[in-house]
């Protein structure tokens, strides 16, 4: 890949991010609350597992680099 194109994928990948974290409370749902996330908390312990969230973020950026490669 040209840095060119890397160049453009590193902008719409900050552009879709920095939209997200200026809109995100406003859209009805929100990475890192989905359901399938694990979430446990005990006494002064918490663990944090976003699993779902993990997956979702790969598949989209999977689709958006692949759209890149043809």
Do not use: E, Q
């Not at 040209?2 to 719409?12: D, H, T």
């Not at 859209?27 to 312990?45: E, Q, S, V």
């Not at 597992?49 to 490669?69: D, E, H, K």
């Amino acid at each position: 890949m040209g840095v060119g194109r890397l160049l453009i994928v590193a902008g719409i990948l900050l552009l879709v991010a920095g939209i997200w974290i200026s809109m995100g409370w406003k859209l009805p749902f929100r990475l890192g609350r989905l359901p399938g996330d694990i979430y446990y908390h005990k006494g002064n312990t918490s663990v944090y597992f976003p699993i779902v969230t993990c997956v979702i973020l790969s598949v989209i950026l999977t689709l958006i680099v692949s759209l890149f490669r043809r």
